[in-house]
């Protein structure tokens, strides 16, 4: 039996879900893309209706904890790991002491 796809997140845009599916797949998850905009035609629809993105149930769990961790929302400040000073979020390198954020 094939396995089931359940609906992870809803997606106000394309963009955005592609976004969320790259990440998936990087980590090993497979996932979907869903909207229906007519083919391309009436993109407004995907405000209206959302665009789904699917992953098989049993990967459920983790896909929804590798979108939604900490790390993931590129607007939250960040403590450098090398001298634990807190970042600002538009900064990917520590002003004090120069260690890369990961």
Avoid at 29 to 57: H, N, S, W, Y
Avoid at 75 to 99: A, L, P, R, V
């Amino acid at each position: 039996m094939a396995n089931q796809l359940t609906v992870l997140e809803v997606f106000n845009n394309a963009f955005e879900a592609e976004l969320a599916r790259e990440r998936l797949k990087a980590a090993g998850i497979e996932a979907f893309v869903v909207k229906d905009d007519a083919g391309g035609t009436r993109p407004e629809l995907q405000f209206a209706r959302g665009v789904r993105l699917l992953v098989a149930e049993e990967d459920m769990e983790l896909a929804g904890e590798l979108l939604h961790s900490a790390g993931s929302d590129p607007d939250k400040n960040w403590t450098c790991s090398g001298c634990s000073e807190s970042i600002e979020s538009q900064f990917s390198e520590c002003w004090q002491c120069g260690t890369v954020r990961k």
